[in-house]
């Protein structure tokens, strides 16, 4: 059976992270606990989380020549990612981000991040240009917002054109255009993100949202052109709306959440692994909160991304039923 065929095109970021116990104040210098790197990105988060999942995935993007480039281009190698199209700049460094973590004793880990976009912002039309025809080879492409809107728009216009299913991560939010949200064939806002995007906030607590509010939100997408909106929630879950269905997940609570740092990139990554396998909506989003669950579990952003072989061994525990693996088995 063919592996399913997904394309990132997107960033390379080195997460930087310091844990603290209190998020210092304006002014304030706090002594924190510990400190450690590990490879990230929007991008290239999502393309380890599908590879690790089995999808055969190609990475695109550009990093800067310096010992951080070379780690994270380890690690997508290690994952049996095509990097043969990441590109690279001789002048500007790879990107890096600085992540604060406040762990209180008893509460749930916070995060606060600040991204530092370096050689992600220098990717060229011409850098993307040989995907104007072999774009078609893919069964699905994942965008996010940590590269240049240009480089979006270009993409996704070439995989519309040739009829291949777009996934835009609207991350770090930003405004974004009628054109980009017409080519768009699944968008994955969070709460935060659906609201700056339609003016539609989404009352939420614990378990629970105001669905008209969700709908009222997808509608003003749709109405852009959007053919599938997908709103993460936190804790009150996921819900994907399109002009036949809405479809509801729960979030799974069984683990304590360590790290939310890359939850909504493995969410959003192993949600289209689950589609381009041929699952439903209801199978993909239960599997994408199993694997965001155990991503959560763990510190660092790669580091943290699950295997198809840990996901299929935490359902089995916790009697969660998982869908026909085969075509991602390797």
Known sequence: MKRPKILVVGSFVMDQTATTKVFPKEGETVLGETFSKAPGGKGANQAVQAARLGA??????????????????????????????????????????????????????????????????????????????????????????????????????YARDKGVPVMLNPAPSAPLSDSLLSNITYISPNEHEAAALTGVKIDHEGENFNREQAKEAAQKLFDKGVKNVLITMGTAGAVLMNEKETVFSPTINSIKAVDPTAAGDSFVSSFCTGLVAGWSIQEALDFSNCVATLTVSEKGAMPSLPTLEKVKKFNKEHGFKIPDTSSLEK
């Open 56 to 157: 055969d995935v190609t990475m695109v993007g550009k990093l800067g020549r310096d010992a951080n480039a070379d780690e994270m281009l380890y690690v997508c190698k290690k994952a049996g990612i095509d990097v043969s199209h990441v590109t690279f700049d001789e002048q500007v460094p790879s990107g890096c981000a600085v992540i604060i973590l406040e762990q209180k004793p008893g509460e749930d880990t916070k995060n606060r991040i600040i991204v530092l976009p370096g050689t992600n912002m220098k990717i060229t039309a011409q850098d993307v240009a040989f995907l104007k025809d072999s774009i078609a080879d893919y069964d699905l492409v994942i965008l996010q917002l940590e590269i240049p809107m240009e480089i979006n728009e270009l993409v996704a216009k």
